[in-house]
């Protein structure tokens, strides 16, 4: 069965330092998103991403964030300058017309030191 | 703002109780609701998703219903088991406006099911 992949499942950085996030949404669904987990909170959307542009965005997806499908099978978030406040789980989703069902990827866990 | 409260935090049950989890949302305008599956550190398995036309869905011993004009689904999960211990979330999708998918969440319910 298709699934949402993620990489790396975990990473560490510093603060003031950029990461990029990967993902690869499965292959047939257009409509693409990101959100995060701050431990022990809700899941809160990020942004949605469609037809090679972003269509929403929420008020926690700043300056310091952004998205990309380079290549027409990757979808990456990056940060730009992370801070310690970052820390999250980060999960990107994919949703198809079929159905309009949402199916998530297994996150990539922040760390921000 | 779209605002989704799940009812209790945290259930605990012996193995083989029928139980219900409830969700709640402020506003009734929504396309679709969906319920997921956390287990700890882990990403959401999808369970259900019941659309805005529907009054419930059923899958295996879970079935979730969706009573739209009061804003309320509940997830019904049928002789629980200790593998059905994890986070239960319910999310919406709002009807309208310029984004396509976009999920609001509730903060969960915890569910342990001892032997």
């Known amino acids: 069965e298709p699934e949402v992949t993620q990489t790396p499942s975990h990473q560490v950085t510093q603060m003031g330092q950029e990461v990029i996030l990967r993902c690869v949404p499965i292959s047939n669904h257009l409509y693409f998103y990101w959100y995060r987990q701050i431990l022990g909170q809700k899941v809160e959307f990020l942004v949605s991403f469609y037809n090679n542009e972003i269509s929403e965005k929420s008020e926690i997806f700043d300056d310091q964030f952004s998205v990309e499908r380079p290549d027409g099978s990757n979808f990456t978030l990056k940060i730009r300058s992370t801070k310690l406040e970052d820390s999250a789980m980060y999960f990107c989703?994919?949703?198809?017309?079929?159905?309009?069902?949402?199916?998530f990827g297994p996150g990539t866990r922040l760390t921000v030191t | 703002k779209q605002e989704v409260t799940q009812i209790p935090a945290a259930l605990s049950v012996p193995e083989g109780e029928n139980l219900v989890l409830n969700c709640s949302f402020t506003?009734?305008?929504?396309?679709?609701l969906q319920w997921f599956r956390q287990d700890p550190g882990k990403g959401l398995t999808s369970l259900l998703l019941i659309q805005s036309s529907q009054r419930e869905q059923t899958s295996g011993r879970l079935n979730a219903s969706l009573d739209k004009s009061s804003g309320r689904s509940t997830l019904y999960i049928a002789a629980s088991q200790p593998g059905d211990s994890a986070t239960y979330l319910c999310?919406?999708?709002?009807?309208?406006?310029?984004?396509?998918?976009?999920?609001?969440f509730g903060q969960g319910t915890i569910l342990t099911v001892h032997p």
């Open positions: 999310a919406v999708i709002n009807a309208g406006g310029t984004s396509y998918g976009k999920l609001t």
């Open positions: 989703a994919s949703l198809t017309e079929r159905s309009y069902e949402q199916y």
């Open positions: 506003d009734s305008a929504i396309y679709n």
